[in-house]
């Protein structure tokens, strides 16, 4: 199975912040990443796909990049309902697999 | 509206089985493929197992592989996964999960709120 790893795993930033996460594959995927938010008790938000093409309706100031293993998820300006956890996922391969998640807090 | 909902989870014992359904809506369930991915307490998400448009491609995580079972009536609009041989780490919440294609293959566009499972004696 291809190993995702996120890092960093949490993360304290101020609402204005500019924030980069980013995600490794264990092996090339291509750009077959996805990026998603999740809120408590709430299900998660596919935000990007393709590694760098932005959902409908997702805010521009988040932004994908990267090809191959090394992929980042910008948020360019933090607003407060950014505060969230956030995943990577590739859907290169079968088992599909997820990063552990990085956890956005309010500084 | 595009809706996912599922139902079916509560409290199993160990060994025990149960079957989870997601009803669709606002859209036609049998030109997409769907997924099951769970999220245990406090942890972060598992994709569980896939299910193509016809039915003739599925695909299980190695966690579930021979306990779980994922099938899908498209006359109904629905997708099951029926669950066998619970374990305790199965609690979890389940989504179903709807699958787009874009140049770069299958991605996981609307997901259901989920229904949650514990396994306990």
């Known amino acids: 199975a291809i190993r995702m790893t996120q890092s960093p795993s949490s993360f304290s930033a101020s609402t204005g912040d500019r924030v980069t996460i980013t995600c490794r594959a264990s092996?090339?995927?291509?750009?077959?990443l996805a990026w998603y938010q999740q809120k408590p008790g709430k299900a998660p938000k596919l935000l990007i796909y393709?590694?760098?093409t932005l959902q409908s309706g997702v805010p521009s100031r988040f932004s994908g990049s990267g090809s191959g293993t090394d992929f980042t998820l910008t948020i360019s300006c933090l607003q407060s309902e950014d505060f969230a956890t956030y995943y990577c996922q590739q859907y290169y391969s079968y088992p599909r697999t997820f990063g552990q998640g990085t956890k956005l807090e309010i500084k | 509206e595009v809706q996912l909902v599922e139902s079916g989870g509560g409290l199993v014992q160990p060994g025990g089985s149960l079957r989870l359904s997601c009803a669709a809506s606002g859209f036609t369930f049998s030109s997409y493929s769907m997924n099951w991915v769970r999220q245990a307490p406090g942890k972060g998400l598992e994709w569980v197992s896939y299910i193509s448009s016809s039915s003739s491609t599925i695909y299980y995580a190695d966690s579930v592989k021979g306990r779980f079972t994922i099938s899908r009536d498209n006359a109904k609009n629905s997708l099951y996964l029926q669950m066998n041989s619970l374990r305790a780490e199965d609690t979890a919440v389940y989504y179903c999960a709807r699958d787009s294609v874009s140049y770069y293959g299958y991605y996981m566009d609307v997901w259901g709120k989920g229904t949650t499972v514990t396994v306990s004696s």
């Open positions: 092996q090339g995927i291509s750009s077959y």
């Open positions: 393709a590694a760098s």
